[in-house]
């Protein structure tokens, strides 16, 4: 049972244009959701958060918006850039018992800007 | 600040062997979780060890297991390998207090194959 969906493996986009990733979720528990960007041969690197009482974000180019009610959030960047081409991350935190929060992921969004 | 450090980078062992991957967290950080990355599978979590005690555990079988020594330092071990276990192996630290704005740091990963 995949709790939390990234249902487009990959994206393309023109640089300068919007890209937007999304994620779907099914646990009403999750607090807080989280996006990484990983490049290959590297580990994943923290991109942005937002809590699930709040439903946007935003830091830069990047803006994390929250649709608690349809579970769904999605991820802009504007403008794009080459630079952002990686495997993106939606990640949700639930707790877990004994002070621990665990971190469920998608499966992963493969994002390529072209010049 | 150093970040999370993983060894070794690579690693080729064969059916029936077992296996243990190093990890050291950030300076200051007590919390070491381990994911599994396969291709198409996103990361899956292992376990989580906070002060030497395995606090949060994933869906894997008995064959996966860790420590955590006084100095956070993690280890994982797999043992009687098989061939679904070549993959990607991610760990990451954190504070571990469990606070909103708690990120995970991962490390570069270790490259497992199992022939």
């Known amino acids: 049972d995949q709790q939390v969906k990234q249902n487009s493996p990959s994206l393309s986009v023109q640089e300068g244009r919007i890209s937007i990733l999304n994620c779907d979720y099914t646990?009403?528990?999750?607090?807080?959701f989280l996006w990484y960007k990983k490049y290959p041969a590297e580990g994943p690197t923290f991109l942005i958060s937002?809590?699930?009482?709040?439903d946007k974000n935003e830091d830069g180019r990047f803006t994390v918006f929250l649709n608690k009610s349809a579970k769904h959030l999605s991820l802009h960047i504007v403008p794009s850039q080459p630079g952002d081409s990686a495997v993106y991350f939606c990640?949700?935190?639930?707790?877990?018992?004994?002070?621990?929060?665990?971190?469920?992921f998608g499966k992963g969004t493969k994002l390529s800007v072209i010049p | 600040k150093a970040g999370v450090t993983q060894t070794p980078r690579y690693l080729i062992k064969t059916r029936g062997q077992q296996v243990t991957l190093s990890c050291s967290p950030i300076?200051?950080?007590?919390?070491v979780s381990w994911y599994q990355q396969t291709p198409g599978q996103g990361l899956q979590f292992l376990f989580e060890?906070?002060?030497?005690?395995?606090?949060n555990k994933g869906n894997f079988p008995g064959r996966f297991s860790g420590r955590q020594f006084s100095n956070s330092r993690s280890e994982m071990n797999v043992s009687t390998l098989e061939l679904g276990d070549s993959a990607l192996y991610l760990c990451?630290?954190?504070?571990?207090?469990?606070?909103?704005?708690?990120?995970?740091?991962f490390g570069s990963g270790t490259q497992l194959s199992v022939l």
């Open positions: 990451a630290s954190s504070g571990g207090t469990g606070q909103s704005n708690e990120k995970l740091f």
């Open positions: 937002i809590s699930s009482i709040k």
């Open positions: 060890y906070f002060s030497e005690t395995q606090r």
């Open positions: 990640a949700a935190r639930v707790y877990s018992g004994a002070g621990s929060y665990q971190l469920t």
């Open positions: 300076s200051g950080h007590r919390s």
């Open positions: 646990n009403s528990m999750f607090d807080y």
